[in-house]
């Protein structure tokens, strides 16, 4: 399902006001890396706001954290959660590194200088290979030609130089009214592997020019990351670098929202629909996905068992791989339902299963009810499969999405560093 | 690494003295099975004691559970932990079917009719598809058959009666002393997919001659359960239909093991190498798998720590890819010991891979050390890895058992039902 209500909008993270980016290659990926798309090519960049930002984040709760995140941290805590600009570098997550902090803090360190601004307003985000020392070198000589490059349009230079396996770029923007003045918020988004986020997913960016407060922005970043990132799985993996940004900077002079009233939902209902489509672009290019798998838990007795059980069915390795043979095997939902660490009545269960080519009923009172294979086959043709779990126990739902589990993904993944 | 301190004997769960199994094909596998060996095509088995046993049991912690699981707990409930015999079958989990129960009563009750002995001191099990319902006329048929085959050396017949996608047959058998008397216990094991077991794995049967209290029996099974099967891991599938049995006739003629000291230890100590062997085969037989992973983990502040990061490390997706294509790709080991819900120091962490290949440390104090890509990749061509994890941090071990993941396993269970 597409999430829209608001009216979306061009420009990923340079739709809102003020915000400018730009994207390179330097060297970190292999010159010879055969993408057809030129753009792909990229492997750091650059993006800024004209005026100081309020910033959120959220960040892996993998105790191994890539350097970038301890540097980011630690900005953003000097900083009051005020921050300019962002560098962010693909094919190496500058992650169990000796020199990792060090090389992190001198990238912040470089874009200050070269946009002459305090150092701990600079962000650094990196994505790609575990372990590998990352060169300094090419970022040295990036880092003015990125400062230089960086326009109001250049957000597709930005989203395409964070992707790593990711077979498209990810960004959704949208436009909303706050006391009747037009705001924009959009978002860009890396991920195909390694994916399983526990509090954000690797490189999330999100700008938007409405004024709002630094807690507030906060307070929404972290709601909605539990019901759009936080339910994605890609691999079970939740990786090392896993973050989220968002940055506000009130460019579209609308009163700042500083109470919990309607405008605040409005701004909440925004961001969830960035997040959501972003979220639902991640779990389509799974790396090899061929699927996207989408399990709506409802009936649930509150948010959190809703949200565990539509995770423990897109998760479970078993039931995506018989989505990828186009195999209704019912009975693998079940299962990963019934392992799911949550309280429910098994014998009130219902599934069904369903896209654009039909629906069918396979389980009701947590027994299995006969059903067409035939038709069966047919709904399962589709590359978008929804699971409709319910619990019969409440009124609470949840969304989770993931993808198949295809050949391509151990393909990938068999031979991913070289 | 093999488990033998104990001289290991012929015989799987007929090793020990008393103890009669059969084995026949009634027809719930397809008859086109087309499985290159004659004894595969076996559907179902019986195993029965010349004497009362003992028995002892952990079951899945799967809120779904096949409905044989349900029916076994409440006939040792019943008979208070005594057992003369067991029923099984593959190809059906007899598991969300709305007659489950009653339709694994009347095994039981067929089995117990046609022996003459109390219903309740029948085991059943069941293993396959979940959510098909299980036809009870081929089974009426085989109980006779079954009944009139027992003998004392038809272990294979049963043990290739539970095999569903596994390609070889697991048991394993030990001798050794309890109090100058010969004892012995043996084992069989199903198990290739939906593996991941919490409390125990698909189809486990140990029998024993050993005189042991049922009190005893059953805390030495918990105990040892904890450190072999759940420490397994094929595809992060809990299974509705996990179950571990272990039955003791006495017929050895030892003085009954009813106190916790040195014999104790013994009988303890034999059970986990059967369990330990037995559970280092189904790692090898998982699903797909061209290579055994088996991780310890080392230098822990406590058991629990020490078995949850093995455990993270051979659930990895993407470790177990990287291993699948012999890419030493470490970070994937540093990023699943991160995300393990346990509390130590990364920073002191160090990881070796190693085979009867040769060795190679690649991570010392949480960074990445240089090592020869060359001799990595030698290393890994081996079908068996081990990777030690040192924690630095205590003097706790333990060890999980996992495989790769391979074209292989998509394959089979993208389309497993048909």
Redesign the interface.
Known sequence: MNYQSFKSVEGGICAASGFKASGTYCGIKPPADPSPDIKHKNDICLFASDVECNAAAVYT?????GAPIIVTKANLEKSGNKALAVIANSKN?N????D?VEKAQAMCSLVAKEMNIPEEKVIVASTG?????LPLEPIEKAVPVLVKGLCYNKHLEAATAIMTTDTVKKEYAVEFKIGGVTCKLGGMAKGS??I?P?MATTLNFITTDCAISAGLLQKALSEIVKVTYNCLSI??????NDMVLLMANGLALNGEIDTEGEEYEIFKKALFEVTANLTRMLAKDGEGATKLLECVCDGAKDKDTAITIAKSVV????FK??M????A????V???????DAD?D?NKVGVKLKSELGEIT??R????VEFSEEKAAEVLKSDEIYIFVNLNDGSESATAWGCD???D??????????
Chains 1, 2 share one sequence.
């Open positions: 709760q993998n105790k191994v954290k997550a992650t169990c590194n000796a990792g290979v575990i372990g590998q020392v592997g390694m399983h526990n691999d079970g993996d939740t990786s090392t998760c479970s390795t078993l791989a018989a990828f043979g186009e195999d095997n019912w009975g693998r079940l299962c990963a339902i019934g392992y799911a429910f098994i396979v389980c009172n947590g027994s299995g589990l295809t050949y993904y151990v393909k990938i993944n068999g031979d991913y560093r070289t």
